[in-house]
């Protein structure tokens, strides 16, 4: 297979391995310490076009993610060291640790994203609703409580607790993923 | 992990964190590793969630395939991205197109069929003999060459683009989005309306995304130079009818091309006409090879006397060098071990290695190295058949900047260099700078230098100590003959640099002069 960016087929392999792969960056993105959605989305922005230039040098497509991924971390920290004054985030030591290990976990961090669509799933329906909701862009805490007539700190700890079942759930069924066992949620 | 860890990982993904917090996660995630990896799950598990509140806004359940339904739900969220902005945006072009189609009648009459027009001359402007081009302030200008031979001139292109030139200089007026440099300088500017705007030159052609730049063109060598100041610009290198590359160049940094559209030289930030000065170096080591005892210590004759340690399996081989006696390296066992010295090794953040070599093996001669306890952390110069190459480690991936040469010549000594600095790093063979980069070109990692690598324990000339993760211990080495290798602290520039390569076995010193 053409890797070449220009060719049609490298065009195609790129689009359908980022559009594959997305959630796994944006996952080692913010897992390497960036908290805020919209840096990430700043980051994979830069990273996108930097894996465009760079597609024709990646020898396995199959690669993409950890590739990918080796690209972002660089662009993390350029990140940090341009906005660490403006940004309360963690030092730079831990950005390295948390960018380092987060290499060798693309694999099952892309096995954690699959599943947590399954935990998801398997939540009430109000429960699953909220937690949408809750992760729309753009959605504010306080504006959910408002029309849902709760105080805000009391949803946040709902969320919490919802977050915490789903953890619960996809750790459950990475720890049993070998006996193909299904996880349960039960708020 | 305790509840309460959990809570604090929590309050800085949500953006919640206050600074006295952060200072005792930033502590926890320091010491615990356990904690670590609940801190990406935790992010893992907040990026998942806000992926699957987009992607379940648009699934669509008539997607046969779990895969398909992804990519269109991707898709679809990158178009939800800019919808928001979509209105507004739609509005605002409505808007625009009207004021610019009731303005574009006032427009052509005014430009009529012109291309540029002459919006300044400076009170010493005089243009040369080959001038053809009307040359008064105001003067519209059709296609032609505008000759400058001194003075600076501003020239107002119909796009909307301007051309700072300064003499002499020679620009060919060529349609309201292109212009040609022939020789001499010129500071672009071009509005939005101008986007894509190109000043050619003989060995490319600089597009414009946006941006101000600046541009020039050497009259005897034809070797252009382009600084960005602001925004971004692509070069489309390699003289006309051959196969063009592209390369982005963004604001800070800057290009030197030559003549036949390849990139001599990026640089970051400090501009290009401010190559390092020679002054800011100091010999740190200079092994000659003259003097190799019977205790196989290979002496180093400058002040700071970080002797080596011959290592070979058999006798070493001495040879008649360039300068004096030079080292064969016979077989992989041969190498001097520097591994005495390497904590003042280890503290160079800026350095210059140069060395003489013959007949290197033409699969990977390594020159010179410096590492930690495994491959993850090293930097190392090492020639290949057609290269002169620095690489790096700093962590699972290598990265290098090469230089690429014709060869090496059987017999031949050759005089190879790299100077790392402020992350750049320059590769020289025989006085002449190969390649410089700020960042590798097989995944573009920033440069590294013997100070930032970690837990630093082996350096060698003629070898690199690949301890393979630490479990079992492997080298790479060099085959052929050494001469004459120096160290300093700090970078020479390109003219000490052939000072050396002119005066084998003589170190450069700052009071040296070059006749």
């Given at each position: 297979m053409s890797n070449a960016p220009d060719s049609p087929t490298g065009h195609e392999s790129f689009v359908r391995a980022l559009a594959r792969h997305e959630r796994v960056i944006r996952a080692y993105i913010r897992g390497a310490g960036i908290s805020r959605p919209e840096d990430v989305d700043e980051i994979v922005q830069e990273v996108s076009l930097i894996a465009w230039q760079k597609f024709?040098?990646?020898?396995?497509?199959?690669e993409f993610p950890r590739w990918a991924c080796v690209i972002a971390r660089y662009r993390v920290l350029e990140f940090r060291r341009n906005r660490f004054r403006d940004r309360l985030v963690l030092n730079e030591k831990v950005f390295d640790l948390l960018l380092e290990e987060a290499l060798n976990e693309t694999e099952s961090q892309n096995a954690r994203l699959r599943q947590l669509e399954r935990c998801l799933d398997q939540l009430p329906p109000v429960s699953q609703q909220l937690v949408k909701a809750a992760y729309e862009p753009g959605a504010s805490i306080d504006e959910l409580a408002r029309s849902a007539g709760k105080k805000a700190n009391a949803l946040y700890q709902q969320l919490w607790r919802l977050r915490q079942l789903l953890r619960k759930c996809v750790d459950d069924a990475m720890g049993n993923e070998t006996n193909l066992s299904k996880p349960s949620v039960s708020p | 992990m305790n509840e309460r860890e959990r809570e604090l990982i929590r309050d800085y993904l949500d953006d919640r964190i206050t600074p006295d917090v952060l200072e005792r996660l930033n502590h926890l995630l320091e010491t615990d590793a356990i904690a670590r990896e609940e801190f990406r799950a935790m992010a893992t598990l907040e990026e998942g969630l806000r992926d699957l509140a987009i992607v379940s806004e648009f699934a669509s359940p008539d997607f046969e395939s779990v895969e398909n339904k992804q990519l269109s739900s991707r898709t679809s969220k990158r178009w939800y991205r800019v919808e928001h902005f979509g209105f507004a945006a739609l509005c605002v072009a409505c808007l625009v197109l009207v004021v610019l189609l009731l303005r574009r009648d006032d427009r052509e009459s005014e430009w009529g069929d012109s291309i540029a027009k002459i919006e300044f001359l400076s009170d010493d402007a005089a243009f040369s003999a080959e001038h053809q081009l009307p040359e008064t302030e105001g003067s519209l200008l059709g296609k032609g060459w505008l000759r400058l031979e001194r003075g600076h001139a501003r020239i107002l292109f119909r796009s909307g683009a301007t051309i700072e030139l300064e003499g002499p200089a020679a620009l060919g007026i060529d349609t309201p989005m292109r212009s040609y440099l022939e020789f001499g300088m010129a500071s672009v500017y071009a509005p939005e309306t101008a986007r894509d705007f190109v000043v050619a030159t003989e060995s490319m052609e600089v597009v414009d995304l946006g941006t101000r730049f600046d541009v020039s063109v050497d009259a005897r060598s034809h070797e252009s130079k382009v600084s960005v100041i602001e925004g971004l610009v692509d070069l489309h290198l390699g003289s006309r009818g051959a196969e063009r590359m592209i390369q982005p160049l963004e604001a800070g940094y800057a290009a030197r091309v030559d003549a036949s559209g390849r990139i001599v030289e990026i640089t970051n930030g400090r501009g290009i006409d401010k190559a390092p000065s020679a002054n800011e170096a100091q010999l740190l080591a200079h092994w000659t090879f003259d003097a190799i005892n019977d205790d196989s210590k290979v002496e180093d004759?400058?002040?700071?006397?970080l002797h080596g340690i011959l290592r070979a399996a058999n006798q070493a081989k001495i040879v008649s060098g360039v300068s004096g006696q030079a080292l064969s390296?016979?077989?992989?066992?041969?190498s001097v071990d520097l591994r005495e010295h390497v904590r003042t090794l280890a503290q160079l953040d800026a350095f210059t290695f140069a060395t003489w070599v013959r007949d290197p093996d033409h699969r990977l001669a390594m020159l010179f190295s410096l590492s930690g306890e495994s491959e993850e952390q090293r930097v190392q110069l090492y020639l290949a058949s057609r290269f002169v190459r620095f690489g790096w480690q700093d962590g699972l991936h290598f990265d290098s900047v090469s230089g690429r040469i014709d060869g090496w010549n059987s017999g031949k000594w050759y005089h190879v260099a790299v100077t790392a600095k402020e992350g750049i790093v320059r590769l020289y063979r025989d006085g002449e700078l190969l390649a410089s980069g700020s960042t590798g070109s097989k995944i573009g990692t920033p440069v590294s230098t013997p100070s930032t690598v970690k837990n630093a324990s082996n350096a060698y000339l003629g070898r690199l100590e690949d301890g393979r993760q630490g479990s079992e211990s492997s080298h790479q080495w060099f085959i052929g003959q050494l001469d004459d290798a120096q160290l300093y602290f700090g970078v020479l520039s390109q003219e000490a640099i052939q000072f050396i390569f002119e005066h084998p076995g003589v170190p450069w010193k700052p009071s040296e002069s070059f006749e």
């Amino acid at each position: 297979m053409s890797n070449a960016p220009d060719s049609p087929t490298g065009h195609e392999s790129f689009v359908r391995a980022l559009a594959r792969h997305e959630r796994v960056i944006r996952a080692y993105i913010r897992g390497a310490g960036i908290s805020r959605p919209e840096d990430v989305d700043e980051i994979v922005q830069e990273v996108s076009l930097i894996a465009w230039q760079k597609f024709s040098q990646l020898e396995n497509v199959e690669e993409f993610p950890r590739w990918a991924c080796v690209i972002a971390r660089y662009r993390v920290l350029e990140f940090r060291r341009n906005r660490f004054r403006d940004r309360l985030v963690l030092n730079e030591k831990v950005f390295d640790l948390l960018l380092e290990e987060a290499l060798n976990e693309t694999e099952s961090q892309n096995a954690r994203l699959r599943q947590l669509e399954r935990c998801l799933d398997q939540l009430p329906p109000v429960s699953q609703q909220l937690v949408k909701a809750a992760y729309e862009p753009g959605a504010s805490i306080d504006e959910l409580a408002r029309s849902a007539g709760k105080k805000a700190n009391a949803l946040y700890q709902q969320l919490w607790r919802l977050r915490q079942l789903l953890r619960k759930c996809v750790d459950d069924a990475m720890g049993n993923e070998t006996n193909l066992s299904k996880p349960s949620v039960s708020p | 992990m305790n509840e309460r860890e959990r809570e604090l990982i929590r309050d800085y993904l949500d953006d919640r964190i206050t600074p006295d917090v952060l200072e005792r996660l930033n502590h926890l995630l320091e010491t615990d590793a356990i904690a670590r990896e609940e801190f990406r799950a935790m992010a893992t598990l907040e990026e998942g969630l806000r992926d699957l509140a987009i992607v379940s806004e648009f699934a669509s359940p008539d997607f046969e395939s779990v895969e398909n339904k992804q990519l269109s739900s991707r898709t679809s969220k990158r178009w939800y991205r800019v919808e928001h902005f979509g209105f507004a945006a739609l509005c605002v072009a409505c808007l625009v197109l009207v004021v610019l189609l009731l303005r574009r009648d006032d427009r052509e009459s005014e430009w009529g069929d012109s291309i540029a027009k002459i919006e300044f001359l400076s009170d010493d402007a005089a243009f040369s003999a080959e001038h053809q081009l009307p040359e008064t302030e105001g003067s519209l200008l059709g296609k032609g060459w505008l000759r400058l031979e001194r003075g600076h001139a501003r020239i107002l292109f119909r796009s909307g683009a301007t051309i700072e030139l300064e003499g002499p200089a020679a620009l060919g007026i060529d349609t309201p989005m292109r212009s040609y440099l022939e020789f001499g300088m010129a500071s672009v500017y071009a509005p939005e309306t101008a986007r894509d705007f190109v000043v050619a030159t003989e060995s490319m052609e600089v597009v414009d995304l946006g941006t101000r730049f600046d541009v020039s063109v050497d009259a005897r060598s034809h070797e252009s130079k382009v600084s960005v100041i602001e925004g971004l610009v692509d070069l489309h290198l390699g003289s006309r009818g051959a196969e063009r590359m592209i390369q982005p160049l963004e604001a800070g940094y800057a290009a030197r091309v030559d003549a036949s559209g390849r990139i001599v030289e990026i640089t970051n930030g400090r501009g290009i006409d401010k190559a390092p000065s020679a002054n800011e170096a100091q010999l740190l080591a200079h092994w000659t090879f003259d003097a190799i005892n019977d205790d196989s210590k290979v002496e180093d004759s400058s002040d700071e006397q970080l002797h080596g340690i011959l290592r070979a399996a058999n006798q070493a081989k001495i040879v008649s060098g360039v300068s004096g006696q030079a080292l064969s390296f016979e077989d992989q066992s041969v190498s001097v071990d520097l591994r005495e010295h390497v904590r003042t090794l280890a503290q160079l953040d800026a350095f210059t290695f140069a060395t003489w070599v013959r007949d290197p093996d033409h699969r990977l001669a390594m020159l010179f190295s410096l590492s930690g306890e495994s491959e993850e952390q090293r930097v190392q110069l090492y020639l290949a058949s057609r290269f002169v190459r620095f690489g790096w480690q700093d962590g699972l991936h290598f990265d290098s900047v090469s230089g690429r040469i014709d060869g090496w010549n059987s017999g031949k000594w050759y005089h190879v260099a790299v100077t790392a600095k402020e992350g750049i790093v320059r590769l020289y063979r025989d006085g002449e700078l190969l390649a410089s980069g700020s960042t590798g070109s097989k995944i573009g990692t920033p440069v590294s230098t013997p100070s930032t690598v970690k837990n630093a324990s082996n350096a060698y000339l003629g070898r690199l100590e690949d301890g393979r993760q630490g479990s079992e211990s492997s080298h790479q080495w060099f085959i052929g003959q050494l001469d004459d290798a120096q160290l300093y602290f700090g970078v020479l520039s390109q003219e000490a640099i052939q000072f050396i390569f002119e005066h084998p076995g003589v170190p450069w010193k700052p009071s040296e002069s070059f006749e």
